[in-house]
Structure formats: C-alpha cells, structure tokens
T-cell receptor
Framework: EAQVTQNPRYLITVTGKKLTVTCSQNMNHEYMSWYRQDPGLGLRQIYYSMNVEVTDKGDVPEGYKVSRKEKRNFPLILESPSPNQTSLYFC????????????FGPGTRLTVL | GQQLNQSPQSMFIQEGEDVSMNCTSSSIFNTWLWYKQDPGEGPVLLIALYKAGELTSNGRLTAQFGITRKDSFLNISASIPSDVGIYFCAGTLHYGGATNKLIFGTGTLLAVQP
C-alpha cells in the first residue's frame, strides 16, 4: 500500500532532550516536507527536500534540523526541544520536485514539558 | 510570508445542505489544491486544479481555479455527516528557478448536523 509513515505517533518529552521523528514513504517520491499544525495557524512548512541531499528551510525552521540521505526517509530532528515546539507534525511527499499533490502521513503529536 | 485567506473559518449546517468555501490571495498561484482532514488523521487530497478557470468535480465536490489565479472555491452538495472535518485550500507559488512552494490556508471547520 502506498503510504507515508511517521513514528512515533505520540511523544511526550522534556525541554532539552533531543528527539527524532522519522518519516518514510514507499512511493519513490522526490519531494518530501515537514509541517507543523497549530490551532488557528493552519499548516506551516518547517523544512522541505526536493531530492536526496537537497534540503531547504520552510517558513518556520528555527529549532529543527532535517536530513535526506535516502530518497524514502526524511527525519525531523529537534536538538533541544522547547515547549513552543509542542504541536502536531505532519510529513508529506509528492512525486515530482514540485510540491503539488502531496500525500500526508498520519501525524505525530508532540508535547514538550 | 505568503498568505491564503480562507473563509469561512467554520460552518455548522444541516445534513442535505450545500456548502461553499473559498480561498483568496494577493499572489498568483500556479496550482490550487483542496484537502480534507478528518480528526486524528493527516490531510487527504480531494481535488487538484492546474489551469485558470478550470472547474473539476469529485463526486459531490466541485472546485474551481479562479480566472485571476488568485482565488479558488470548493462546493459540497447535499452534505452528509461524514463530510465533517477541516477543509484546507493550498496553492503552489513559483519562487524562481526550481523553487516552488505550497502554501496552505488556515482551514474551514465543517460540522454537519444529521
């Protein structure tokens, strides 16, 4: 089944403890992206990648890192999480390097205490 | 950054009613997309529009790419309880070179009373 998977789905952590949220797609998509969703703010892009080893900042990249060593994986890294990073995170991918018809993962709900 | 103004923010309707929501911007978009998000799930693509003036249907859903390329609307006819969710518009902007960006609206929450 074609899908985008994220792990973990739920995470509660403490300020400053490094964490990684994994994202994987099995559709051979070139474009991958991370979004955060907060009430009243919609979906805001954190980072995106148009292909392997090509990543760039989105609208809200501060406090996050990403890597794209393989086409299928696009992990999101929070080196030192803070409470303002408590949010619902979505990974998405699309076939071409143009971010049109994106497929979304199920989401990761992160709480930073 | 770029913004998409989506309205209304929320709608509470009776089953069987038609629904209309729209997105506008001061920027020109290359594509318009409409997504639906069910509670606890990621957004799912409903309709994609690629040409100005394009009108596309998907079952009871109809969406149009505005002639000016600055707006789009989504209509849902004869709503049913499973239409409940948050609907997002999204548009693709070309930033020059190979850089394109997908911008999302803030969403319309739809509640349907059986």
């Amino acid at each position: 089944e074609a899908q985008v998977t994220q792990n973990p789905r739920y995470l509660i952590t403490v300020t400053g403890k490094k964490l990684t949220v994994t994202c994987s797609q099995n559709m051979n998509h070139e474009y991958m992206s991370w979004y955060r969703q907060d009430p009243g703010l919609g979906l805001r892009q954190i980072y995106y990648s148009m292909n392997v080893e090509v990543t760039d900042k989105g609208d809200v990249p501060e406090g996050y890192k990403v890597s794209r060593k393989e086409k299928r994986n696009f992990p999101l890294i929070l080196e030192s999480p803070s409470p303002n990073q408590t949010s619902l995170y979505f990974c998405a991918s699309s076939l071409s390097s143009v971010p049109n018809e994106q497929f979304f993962g199920p989401g990761t709900r992160l709480t930073v205490l | 950054g770029q913004q998409l103004n989506q309205s209304p923010q929320s709608m509470f309707i009776q089953e069987g009613e038609d629904v209309s929501m729209n997105c506008t911007s001061s920027s020109i978009f290359n594509t318009w997309l409409w997504y639906k998000q069910d509670p606890g799930e990621g957004p799912v693509l409903l309709i994609a529009l690629y040409k100005a003036g394009e009108l596309t249907s998907n079952g009871r859903l109809t969406a149009q790419f505005g002639i000016t390329r600055k707006d789009s609307f989504l209509n849902i006819s004869a709503s049913i309880p499973s239409d409940v969710g948050i609907y997002f518009c999204a548009g693709t902007l070309h930033y020059g070179g190979a850089t394109n960006k997908l911008i999302f609206g803030t969403g319309t929450l739809l509640a349907v009373q059986p």
